[in-house]
């Protein structure tokens, strides 16, 4: 991480648009802060920071795909915020990842190439894992 520019990414390296986003974040020259969420866990006030500064409600995080979302219930509409916060805290896997903040932003990065955005000297054009080139 640079002093003058850090990069902090919300990491689960089992997925490939973090590790995506991750790389994308390197080829820029940034050394960020990687926290793999699913093991450290949230708490309440880092999430509830993240979705400020991403104006974003924990509906707009909420990973349903390979999560248990379905059987604790939490995709109906009527299910509050704050229910989806403390199940978040309960089970780390249903925030969608990676989020990625800087000092131009904080995003939920897919896709991966959303991460650019955010970046100082984002790379010009960027090889996915898949073969996938990204120009911006």
């Excluded at 648009?17 to 093991?39: C, H, K």
Aim: glycine fraction near 6%.
């Amino acid at each position: 991480m640079t002093q003058a520019f850090p990069v902090t990414i919300y990491h689960n390296p089992d997925c490939g648009t973090s590790r995506n986003a991750l790389a994308m974040i390197e080829a820029a020259g940034q050394a960020p802060t990687i926290v793999e969420y699913r093991q450290s866990g949230w708490t309440r006030p880092l999430l509830e920071q993240l979705l400020t500064a991403m104006k974003a409600s924990p509906r707009d995080l909420l990973r349903e795909k390979g999560t248990p979302a379905a059987e604790l219930g939490l995709l109906a509409p009527s299910v509050t915020d704050d229910a989806l916060i403390a199940a978040m805290l309960a089970h780390p896997i249903l925030v969608n990842r990676p989020i990625v903040a800087t000092p131009k932003g904080t995003k939920l990065c897919r896709p991966s190439e959303l991460v650019l955005d955010l970046l100082e000297n984002a790379p010009a054009q960027f090889t996915k894992e898949d073969g996938e080139i990204v120009r911006r």
